[in-house]
């Protein structure tokens, strides 16, 4: 298998899993802004989507063992990439890479090929949760601060969304203990422990550790002691099936494949559209600013949003020069722009202090 990806500055912006649900996000943002080529195992379902955008459509099946050759600008890949073929495509033809699609292993993976590879084009690993807005946002915190010390990222899953297959698969890990940084200290913790509720918005969400890249990036690139990840779903009673299941060690003896049917039943039950929404802390030196995002168009936007902007980024079309070599999104040299650049989208980033977000989560507990 030889994949021919080669860099054309005028060329397409090629979406790897462009008519997906977030890929078809993705490609509705990027249409105004390059020509795109929508890349996918089945032609025929992204033919709307092609006369909607004006893209060219192609057939690439990563698991065909058919070489693919394109001459294109970009490439974003939006669907798992479990052998880096595409990414190993990218880097030998020296064209600027982006990636929203990968778990915590499968990112360290992909960072370690990459700079086996030595790139010379940007490659921009953005899976952390959304596309990397997590990580933008407390990019954005720790410029006002001066620093992070400590990051906590709570998510509010509206059960009423749109999702994709490689959402679902990402929070299909429920089994599988990982490895934060607590305190300047790496532990492996079990997923679904620490459960606390905080309130995300308006609404106090009971929310549970789990997985995600942001937890393993932060603390190696802005130096975070302590980087956390918490997730509960817009349904409280959704929530507490989810911690009973792990209680009764379901996520364990439940783990292979027999029983992922029963696991995504579980997890996936998409709406036909819902907000999106995640809160993020940041401390430093004492002081903690706390960001509430809210995407009413839902995750698979805000998805899209963060894949949109790590683009841009490997493009140089933000205002800042393109990266060089292996980058995360919380690297971004233009923090102060972050929440200009998600309102452009129609995304809010309210920001205030951590206090005032408590004493309204226990005003809100007072009144029920």
């Given at each position: 298998?030889?994949?021919?990806?080669?860099?054309?500055?005028?060329?397409?912006?090629?979406?790897?899993?462009?008519?997906?649900?977030?890929?078809?996000?993705?490609?509705?943002?990027?249409?105004?802004?390059?020509?795109?080529?929508?890349?996918?195992?089945?032609?025929?379902?992204?033919?709307?989507?092609?006369?909607?955008?004006?893209?060219?459509?192609?057939?690439?099946?990563?698991?065909?063992p058919k070489p693919f050759r394109e001459a294109v600008r970009a490439v974003v890949t939006v669907v798992n990439d479990p052998d880096d073929r595409v990414l190993r495509a990218a880097v030998r033809g020296q064209v600027p890479y982006v990636d929203v699609a990968r778990w915590t292993a499968r990112m360290?993976?992909?960072?370690?090929?990459?700079?086996?590879?030595?790139?010379?084009?940007?490659?921009?690993?953005?899976?952390?949760?959304?596309?990397?807005?997590?990580?933008?946002?407390?990019?954005?915190?720790?410029?006002?601060?001066?620093?992070?010390?400590?990051?906590?990222?709570?998510?509010?899953?509206?059960?009423?969304?749109?999702?994709?297959?490689?959402?679902?698969?990402?929070?299909?890990?429920?089994?599988?203990?990982?490895?934060?940084?607590?305190?300047?200290?790496?532990?492996?913790?079990?997923?679904?422990?620490?459960?606390?509720?905080?309130?995300?918005?308006?609404?106090?969400?009971?929310?549970?550790?789990?997985?995600?890249?942001?937890?393993?990036?932060?603390?190696?690139?802005?130096?975070?002691?302590?980087?956390?990840?918490?997730?509960?779903?817009?349904?409280?009673?959704?929530?507490?099936?989810?911690?009973?299941?792990?209680?009764?060690?379901?996520?364990?003896?439940?783990?292979?494949?027999?029983?992922?049917?029963?696991?995504?039943?579980?997890?996936?039950?998409?709406?036909?559209?819902?907000?999106?929404?995640?809160?993020?802390?940041?401390?430093?030196?004492?002081?903690?600013?706390?960001?509430?995002?809210?995407?009413?168009?839902?995750?698979?936007?805000?998805?899209?949003?963060?894949?949109?902007?790590?683009?841009?980024?490997?493009?140089?079309?933000?205002?800042?020069?393109?990266?060089?070599?292996?980058?995360?999104?919380?690297?971004?040299?233009?923090?102060?722009?972050?929440?200009?650049?998600?309102?452009?989208?129609?995304?809010?980033?309210?920001?205030?202090?951590?206090?005032?977000?408590?004493?309204?989560?226990?005003?809100?507990?007072?009144?029920?």
């Open positions: 298998m030889n994949d021919d990806l080669t860099f054309d500055p005028r060329g397409p912006v090629l979406l790897v899993g462009g008519y997906g649900t977030v890929g078809a996000e993705l490609a509705r943002l990027a249409a105004p802004h390059w020509p795109l080529l929508l890349a996918g195992r089945t032609v025929e379902r992204g033919q709307r989507l092609a006369q909607e955008t004006g893209a060219r459509l192609v057939r690439w099946d990563l698991g065909d360290q993976r992909a960072a370690t090929v990459a700079a086996l590879l030595r790139p010379t084009a940007p490659v921009l690993l953005s899976s952390a949760w959304m596309g990397g807005v997590a990580s933008l946002s407390a990019a954005a915190l720790a410029e006002d601060l001066g620093g992070a010390d400590t990051v906590e990222v709570a998510i509010r899953w509206d059960l009423k969304d749109r999702a994709g297959a490689d959402s679902v698969e990402f929070m299909d890990r429920f089994g599988l203990d990982f490895e934060v940084v607590q305190g300047g200290r790496r532990h492996t913790i079990m997923p679904l422990s620490d459960t606390r509720t905080v309130r995300i918005g308006a609404v106090p969400t009971k929310v549970t550790r789990f997985d995600t890249p942001e937890q393993f990036t932060l603390p190696l690139t802005l130096g975070t002691t302590t980087a956390t990840t918490r997730i509960g779903f817009s349904s409280a009673s959704s929530t507490s099936a989810l911690l009973v299941a792990k209680r009764l060690g379901f996520f364990r003896w439940g783990r292979g494949e027999r029983f992922t049917p029963a696991r995504r039943a579980l997890l996936y039950a998409p709406g036909e559209g819902g907000t999106a929404q995640l809160r993020v802390d940041v401390s430093h030196r004492g002081r903690t600013l706390t960001a509430t995002v809210t995407d009413p168009a839902g995750q698979a936007h805000l998805t899209a949003l963060g894949g949109l902007l790590a683009l841009q980024r490997v493009l140089g079309a933000d205002g800042a020069p393109a990266p060089t070599g292996v980058v995360f999104p919380e690297q971004t040299p233009i923090p102060t722009k972050v929440a200009e650049q998600f309102a452009t989208y129609g995304v809010t980033m309210d920001t205030t202090s951590a206090r005032a977000a408590d004493e309204a989560l226990h005003t809100a507990g007072r009144a029920a």
